[in-house]
């Protein structure tokens, strides 16, 4: 009876010393974040109709908005709600600007990433500015939506039975990279079937409106439309419940 005691208790004691603690989860080992958020200052208004002659492309011009400013704060707060060092990071809008316009020229990219300079531009600068992680929120096409211009814009649609209804929308990716190592620890992608809302206009509509009037007449929900896609973005990271 003795050695059975012992021998239960020897055993008891072997797994409590081979239990391994789990894993830091991807929120607790994150802090020190870089944010930065890449959308133009322009907001597209689509237009594609029965043919090609019908369709239109046409911008209004956001630069006021803030928008850019916008969604990372919103990434910012949430963050730092949870005692995580966070910062928007600082970066020339003129490199950006270059760095987006000369990725969108590249052609035949069968390897590699087009935008390869920019995001180690930004790699470097979230270095420089003591960063451990970086979220970049940028714009990015989709292949369930070749009609829609990537980032945040307005889209309508008619055909010949159906004069369309205008939406805003949400067209974006998301990525958490690791500063030191490189790594993509996660990626996001937002696309009009998670984030939109309808205008109650027909394409005909807001045509007559022109893109200054409609961007002007929908402003609060697109800024609400870029905070929610925040929002989103971290709990689709696993960094907000």
């Not at 907001?43 to 109709?49: E, F, Q, S, W």
């Not at 916008?70 to 995580?84: C, G, P």
């Not at 109650?200 to 609060?220: F, I, M, W």
Request: aromatic share 8%; hydrophobic share 35%; net charge positive.
């Amino acid at each position: 009876m003795m050695k059975y005691v012992v021998l239960t208790c020897a055993s008891a004691l072997l797994f409590a010393c081979t239990t391994t603690s789990k894993p830091e989860t991807r929120l607790q080992k994150l802090n020190d974040v870089g944010v930065v958020a890449l959308f133009d200052d322009t907001l597209p208004v689509k237009y594609v109709g029965t043919n090609k002659k019908t369709n239109k492309e046409m911008s209004a011009n956001i630069s006021t908005w803030s928008l850019n400013q916008s969604v990372a704060a919103e990434i910012q707060n949430s963050l730092k709600d949870k005692n995580k060092k966070v910062f928007e990071l600082n970066v020339d809008p003129v490199v950006i600007k270059t760095g987006k316009e000369t990725g969108a020229q590249l052609k035949d990219i069968y390897l590699g990433n087009r935008y390869q300079a920019l995001q180690e531009y930004l790699g470097t600068e979230a270095e420089k500015q003591g960063a451990k992680y970086l979220f970049v929120i940028h714009p990015a096409t989709h292949e369930s939506y070749t009609n829609y211009r990537a980032g945040f814009g307005f889209f309508c649609q008619s055909t010949t039975n159906v004069k369309g209804d205008l939406q805003g929308y949400t067209l974006l990716r998301a990525q958490l990279w690791n500063v030191k190592t490189k790594e993509l620890e996660a990626t996001v992608n937002i696309t009009p079937e998670d984030l939109a809302f309808k205008t109650g206009k027909t394409c005909a509509e807001a045509l007559k409106l022109g893109p200054e009037k409609v961007a002007t007449l929908y402003k609060e929900q697109m800024m609400d439309l870029a905070k929610k896609s925040a929002d989103l973005v971290l709990i689709r990271t696993g960094l907000q419940n």
